[in-house]
C-alpha cells in the first residue's frame, strides 16, 4: 500500500501533525501507525488525568527559556505557533479550556478525555486513518520509504514523521536513518532524602526556597514540598529538569543545598535573628516561627543545630543563631535517588536537533523524513511546556509534510 504520508507514533505529536497535514489538504493519504492498541495514552494519564494542554505563556522569548533542552531550536518555531495558537485551536473544535493562577492551561472539563476525544474526532473529520497494535519492524529509505510491518504488507510511503516519543525503537530507526540520539535519561523526578530534619513531615510546604545542587551553578527557587520520601513541589521539579543529566551522571546522588529563606541576602539573615532575639527574649525559641516557616519545620531546624525549643531566645549564644542562619540559608541534605513525579515526567535526549531543520521539522540527513514531539532532544520543565513543543513540532512537520510552510 503506497501513502503520500506515514505518521509513525499516535501520540500527541502524531496526531497534531496528521491533523494539519489531512486538514490542509483532504486529498492527501496520511495514516498513523500506532504500536500499542491505544492512541494518546499518556495525553489521557497527563497532568494527573487533567491534561495540562499548554502553558499561558505567550512571549516566545520568555516560552523558551521552560526548556532545558531545546530553547534555541524553538524560538523560530514558537513564532509560528506558540500557546495563543494551541488555545485557539483547541477552542475553534469546541473544547473549552481555563488558565489557572500559575499559568497552566487545562480543559474546563478537568478530563484529558476531553482533550483525547478532539484530537481523535479532528483526525477522523480530517480523514486520518489510525491503524493501532501495529508492530513495526523496521523503516527504511530506498527511492521512498518502506516501512516492513510483522503481520502486514510493507507500507511504501514519500514522507515518513517520527513521532514515537521516547520509545527506543524511535531512536534505533533515527539511528539507522543517519542520525545522531543524544543519550536518553529522564526528567521532571523527585528528590529522595532520607534525612531526620524531614522526617514525618509530608505535605508541609514552603512557598519560596532555593534549591540548589551543591558545586555547581544549578539551582531553582519556588514552591518545596516534603514527601515521605523526600522534596517535591515546582522548585525541586525544575531543579531536577534542568540537572537532569548531571544527576544521571551521578546516579542520583548529591548534596542538595537548601535556603528556606532566600529574600535575606547576605548577613541579613543573622542580623533578623539577632533582633528577633532582643524582641521575643523572653519567649522559648520554638514556641513560634517567627520567619513565618511551617512551625514543625521550624523545630526540626533549630533542633538540628542543638537549639532546645524550650531555650528562650534570650539564652541562645550568638554562635547557635549563626549556625542556624547557615541552616536556614545552606541546609545540605543528601539526595540518594529519584522518586516518580506521578502529574508529568519526560525524557532529557533524543534525535540530536541540528540535524534537523526546524521551519519544517525535516532532517537534515535523510530528505523526506520528519520528527517532532518528544523523540527530539528537547524537554521543558512542569506546567504544559512539554504537550506544547509536541503541538508546534507537530504542526510545523504537518504543514512542511503537506509542502505548506
Ligand atoms: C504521566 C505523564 C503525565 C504528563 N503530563 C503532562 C502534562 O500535563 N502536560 C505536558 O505538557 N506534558 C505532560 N507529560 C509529557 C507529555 O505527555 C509528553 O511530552 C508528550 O506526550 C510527548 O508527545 P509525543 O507525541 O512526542 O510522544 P508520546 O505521547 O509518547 O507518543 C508517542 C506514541 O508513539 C507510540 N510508539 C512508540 N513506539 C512506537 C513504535 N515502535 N511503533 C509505533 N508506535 C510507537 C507510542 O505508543 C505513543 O502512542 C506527561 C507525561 C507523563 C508520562
Redesign the pocket.
Same mark, same amino acid.
Given at each position: 500500500m503506497t501513502y503520500q504520508i506515514v505518521i509513525?507514533?499516535?501520540?500527541?505529536?502524531?496526531f497534531f501533525a496528521a491533523i494539519t497535514c489531512a486538514e490542509a489538504n483532504p486529498a492527501a493519504r496520511v495514516i498513523i501507525?500506532?504500536?500499542?492498541p491505544h492512541?494518546? @495514552?499518556?495525553?489521557r494519564?497527563?497532568?494527573g488525568g487533567r491534561?495540562?494542554v499548554t502553558n499561558a505563556c505567550f512571549d516566545p522569548a520568555e516560552l523558551v527559556r521552560q526548556y532545558p533542552r531545546g530553547a534555541a531550536a524553538l524560538r523560530g518555531p514558537f513564532t509560528r505557533f506558540q500557546p495563543r495558537d494551541t488555545i485557539t485551536w483547541f477552542e475553534q473544535r469546541g473544547v473549552k479550556l481555563k488558565t489557572e493562577a500559575d499559568g497552566r492551561v487545562f480543559p474546563i472539563s478537568n478530563r484529558s478525555e476531553t482533550i483525547v476525544n478532539c484530537l481523535i474526532d479532528a483526525a477522523h473529520a480530517a480523514g486520518v486513518q489510525v491503524r493501532s497494535g501495529?508492530h513495526?519492524r523496521s523503516v527504511a529509505k530506498l527511492d521512498r520509504f518502506v516501512i516492513d510491518l510483522k503481520d502486514a504488507d510493507a507500507l511504501i510511503a514519500d514522507r515518513v514523521l517520527l513521532?514515537?516519543? @521516547?520509545?527506543p525503537?524511535?531512536y534505533e530507526w533515527a539511528a539507522a536513518l543517519g542520525h545522531t540520539i543524544e543519550p536518553p535519561v529522564p526528567s521532571l523526578f523527585t528528590f529522595e532524602i532520607d534525612d531526620a530534619r524531614l522526617k514525618d513531615l509530608p505535605g508541609i510546604s514552603v512557598e519560596k526556597a532555593t534549591v540548589k545542587i551543591s558545586g555547581t551553578s544549578l539551582a531553582q527557587t519556588g514552591p518545596v514540598l516534603i514527601t515521605h520520601w523526600g522534596l517535591s513541589g515546582p522548585a525541586v521539579l525544575k531543579l531536577s529538569a534542568w540537572a537532569a543529566r548531571e544527576l544521571a551522571g551521578q546516579h542520583y546522588r548529591a548534596e542538595v543545598l537548601i535556603n528556606w529563606l532566600p529574600d535575606f541576602k547576605g548577613d541579613q539573615l543573622q542580623q533578623r535573628l539577632m533582633s528577633i532575639k532582643a524582641e521575643l527574649a523572653r519567649q522559648s525559641i520554638g514556641a513560634s516561627s517567627p520567619l513565618h516557616l511551617p512551625s514543625r519545620l521550624w523545630k526540626r531546624l533549630i533542633s538540628a543545630v542543638g537549639i532546645d525549643g524550650d531555650q528562650k531566645w534570650t539564652e541562645v549564644s550568638k554562635r547557635a543563631l549563626n549556625d542556624l542562619a547557615n541552616e536556614l540559608s545552606r541546609g545540605s541534605f543528601l539526595m540518594s535517588g529519584k522518586g516518580a513525579f506521578?502529574?508529568?515526567?519526560?525524557t532529557c535526549g533524543g534525535v540530536r536537533l541540528d540535524e534537523v531543520n526546524f521551519k519544517t521539522m525535516e532532517s537534515r540527513r535523510c530528505a523526506g523524513l520528519h520528527f517532532?514531539?518528544?523523540?527530539l532532544d528537547i524537554d521543558g520543565v512542569t506546567g504544559?511546556?512539554?504537550?506544547?513543543s509536541?503541538w508546534t513540532t507537530g504542526w510545523l512537520a504537518g504543514r512542511a509534510m503537506n509542502n505548506e510552510q
Open positions: 509513525i507514533g499516535g501520540g500527541a505529536a502524531g501507525l500506532e504500536k500499542t492512541v494518546l @495514552s499518556k495525553v494519564i497527563s497532568g491534561c495540562n501495529v513495526i513521532a514515537t516519543g @521516547s520509545n525503537h524511535g506521578k502529574e508529568e515526567f519526560v517532532a514531539g518528544e523523540i504544559g511546556f512539554n504537550f506544547q509536541a
